[in-house]
């Protein structure tokens, strides 16, 4: 029996754009995924939290979606960086296909290096704003 093949280079995307609501979770794992659920389940909490002390700093009642997204951002680069004939073990065992990356892979590597820095710093630098500063300069 033959199992769906699975794109190592539309899941690194998946990871990448959609990594904080788990996508990629469920792409690779169906809809059994708890870590997939997890991470969908980020989106909720930040949203009620967010809601109920909107007074708050969003970088505080976010929280759980924006360490989701940064875990997201990890996930696409493992993911992408996975050797093909590891993804395939792991992912295509059954599918009858061998896995190839291209240079489509490396540029969303790099999109996924710069989008996670990007996010990493501005997490950094609004903390550090609210912790010395209160939040003046946001």
């Known amino acids: ?14 990871a990448t754009l959609f990594g904080g609501i788990g996508l990629h979770r469920f792409y690779l794992h169906g809809l059994g995924d708890r870590w997939g659920w997890l991470h969908l ?59 190839r990356s291209s240079g489509w892979l490396a540029l969303v590597l790099v999109l996924t290096t710069g989008l996670g820095a990007i996010s990493v710093i501005a997490v950094l630098a609004r903390t550090l704003d609210l912790l010395f500063t209160g939040g003046a300069y946001g």
């Open 1 to 14: 029996m033959t199992s769906r093949h699975k794109n190592k280079t539309f899941a690194t995307l998946l």
């Open 41 to 99: 389940s980020s989106l909720a909490v930040s949203g009620f939290v967010t809601g109920q002390w909107f007074e708050q700093p969003l970088l505080l009642t976010a929280a759980p979606l924006v360490l989701s997204a940064i875990a997201g951002f990890v996930t696409a680069l493992v993911l992408g960086l996975t050797p093909d004939d590891k993804w395939d073990q792991a992912h295509n065992p059954d599918s009858g296909k061998q896995s």
